[in-house]
């Protein structure tokens, strides 16, 4: 688990799980660029909410509905604004980067998603 939480971004698939940013509970490093893809059951979407979430200014998570960055862009998010929020694909399928800049870091995320079934 320890050596999992180390690594840049991840890609997971089934009906729910944990995403953390690297070295996390520790600080992120500058220069990230990682990428999570969530691959949820078909007819089923990804429903995603943010335990942890504290980027310092200027690094950030940009989360898309889809499969790649060329899917709709839900949101991007920096600071605590990923916080009380819950993000809700219409696909089976969320793309996350997790983008960081040459300075300054913070303690970064810890993310949650589980599949749900679409109306
Ligand atoms: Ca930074």
């Not at 993000?87 to 793309?95: H, P, R």
């Amino acid at each position: 688990m320890a050596e999992w939480q180390a690594e840049c971004g991840a890609s997971v698939t089934g009906t729910q799980g944990v995403l953390l940013s690297p070295n996390y509970p520790a600080n992120y490093s500058n220069y990230h660029e990682c990428i999570y893809s969530i691959q949820s059951q078909p007819g089923k979407g990804v429903q995603l909410r943010a335990r942890t979430f504290n980027l310092a200014p200027g690094d950030q998570l940009k989360v898309y509905d889809g499969h790649n960055n060329s899917a709709r862009l839900l949101g991007t998010f920096s600071q605590s604004e990923m916080l009380g929020r819950s993000l809700n694909s219409t696909s089976s399928a969320l793309w996350l980067e997790f983008i960081t800049d040459a300075e300054n870091t913070s303690k970064g995320f810890e993310l949650f998603y589980s599949s749900e079934s679409k109306l």
